[in-house]
């Protein structure tokens, strides 16, 4: 097994778009992430370092570390092994529900690599994902107290939860909104939350406060979901970087196709539910150009807004606290890039 | 959701054949980790309860509970909770990784059941698995200190690394019998090796009587695992429940195959190498018929002697302590399970 990766040097993870500017303040944070993260690697049984290794490498925009780091800001602006540490335990749980993601998507390639069931195999993928799954843990019960492994731990549990109604929900046209926000809460929300939390819990603020974040992570994370579901019909394929229109051919209700189902009338109602539930296949084109006509983006951006406000809703008490500020930038880029999907080509 | 499954009334899980006699003892034990195993569906989402139960309903002989049980025996043999909630741990870990294995081997059933991969669909499984998994660790961090989730999380990582390293190398004729070794220390003997370990320390025995407890179960899982792939070519297949030879129908090569594999001559080891790797269609008639031939029933019980032999040695200092003669007790259950693989007709 070659160990030629672990010779590379520690390189900050690759960030692109409207997060670079928020970003450019934590590079000295995620540098540390990347050094310790690869540091890791070695705890892994020898014969799947160079596996573990592969799927830190593939790792994307880090976002779940940037909100504990941000949550956790403290002036001066010092690197806090406490904040790494929780850090590479939720991006380690989001990896690891990648690694399984990709296995059950069938995907191929994910951040311009071969995902690890490609690389690997699919029963290998499984196997793996377990492994970093405990790893994750592994690392959460490192702090002094079993507390942050217990909040790991439920998380994660309802990470899953939300994945596991998701799918056996797939091709059901019996979901609801409701369904639909249950589960971005559980599958999305609740890994934002707890980030949010943990680091703002490890940078020294009052409980309350750490609740507060808690809740603005939460919004944070439904609205951050809400737009990566409406990009998948409105973004730019080039921008987004992937095919529009993946979850119609999957049989996945997102809330611009709950939308879109709404506005229609009887019979194409029907032909639109024939097409989620597999029974017909999917009229993309068709079902685009209706989500123009009936204007389901700026209803579904509204949605979107309406959690970024109870995310800043939830900060508003707080704003002499050093977080807060940098916490609420986020809401500006989360905006920033709904309002990008329809420029300067839109649809 | 259906909660009629809530409402059964806990009961013992089903013991069969020699190990009876050895649970017998540890009936309220076990009955209490029944109840406690049950009552901690509630905690799953609700989305996800009935899975959840199906798949603590579907637990087997529950042996790794018992080594907790037994290791941490006391007189007067009072139930404790402790014992009962790492017990409930170290099996939810193994049943987490049960159902990965059946979405992996795309096996039908298990013991009498429907595995989940079939009742849910193979991608809820994996979450299914992941959600168990999480919840053994959220139970873990119930401890007052760290130190059981520590603990729990390295064995973890450790047993999916062994079924990692099984997986890649399966059809691998590159196979030694070091390989198999390490791949049967960390997929079985690692969680042998935790059960008795912390049942040990939770009992209130010594630091090195846990010690020698793990050591105890670290060679018993490795002898377990041994006898387990002996009794794949030489079990009669209505005594233990499976059809004969699916190690060889699969490319695992464990010890009963690399012993005759080394007694083979050219030509007739190149043919098995070839069916290992799946180039040919296995001859498993005539493999079953070589490995009486060239006695390779004696050789590997031999291995599993061994080992019980080491396992017995690890506790030999401390005799006079209450878990002792318990332990040992299941060295002899385990003697007697290799001697009746030929008893009464035999291949």
């Given at each position: 097994m070659s160990n030629a990766s672990f010779a590379e040097p520690a390189r900050p993870a690759p960030v692109a778009g409207p997060f670079s500017r928020v970003f450019a303040r934590l590079e000295p944070h995620m540098a540390a992430l990347d050094r310790f993260l690869r540091s890791q690697?070695?705890?892994?049984?020898p014969e799947i370092r160079e596996m573990a290794d592969y799927c830190i490498d593939t790792s994307g925009k880090r976002i779940r570390p940037a909100l504990v780091f941000l949550s956790g800001?403290?002036?001066?602006a010092a690197v806090s092994n406490d904040l790494v540490r929780v850090a590479a335990v939720v991006e380690l749980v989001h990896l690891a529900t990648l690694v399984h993601d990709d296995i059950m998507d069938e995907a191929e390639v994910r951040r311009n690599r071969r995902t690890a069931a490609r690389a690997y195999g699919p029963v290998a993928a499984v196997l793996l994902g377990d492994a970093l799954f405990s790893h994750a843990l592994y690392l959460a019960a490192q702090?002094?107290?079993t507390e942050i492994c217990l909040a790991v731990s439920a998380s994660t549990r309802r990470v899953c939860a939300g994945e596991i109604v998701q799918t056996l929900r797939r091709?059901?046209?019996?979901?609801?909104r409701a369904d639909y926000w249950r589960v971005i809460d559980l599958k999305t929300a609740e890994l934002f939350r707890l980030s949010c939390q943990l680091g703002s819990q490890l940078g020294g603020n009052p409980p309350a406060y750490a609740e507060a974040a808690g809740r603005f992570g939460r919004h944070l994370g439904i609205a951050y979901q809400i737009y990566d579901d409406l990009a998948d019909y409105f973004g730019q394929e080039k921008r987004i970087g992937k095919t529009l229109g993946t979850d119609l051919l999957s049989g996945k209700l997102t809330l611009p196709l709950l939308t879109l189902m709404d506005r229609l009338t009887g019979s194409e109602r029907v032909a639109l539910q024939e097409e989620i539930r597999g029974a017909h296949a999917p009229q993309l084109a068709l079902r685009l150009r209706q989500m123009v006509e009936q204007g389901i983006f700026p209803i579904v951006a509204e949605a979107v807004q309406a959690e970024i406000t109870s995310a800043a809703a939830a900060l508003a008490p707080w704003g002499?606290?050093?977080?807060t500020p940098l916490l609420l930038g986020l809401c500006d880029v989360l905006q920033g890039q709904v309002a990008a999907l329809q420029t300067p080509a839109g649809t």
């Open positions: 690697v070695s705890d892994f049984e800001w403290r002036e001066p702090f002094p107290t091709g059901s046209t019996d979901f609801t002499q606290l050093a977080p």
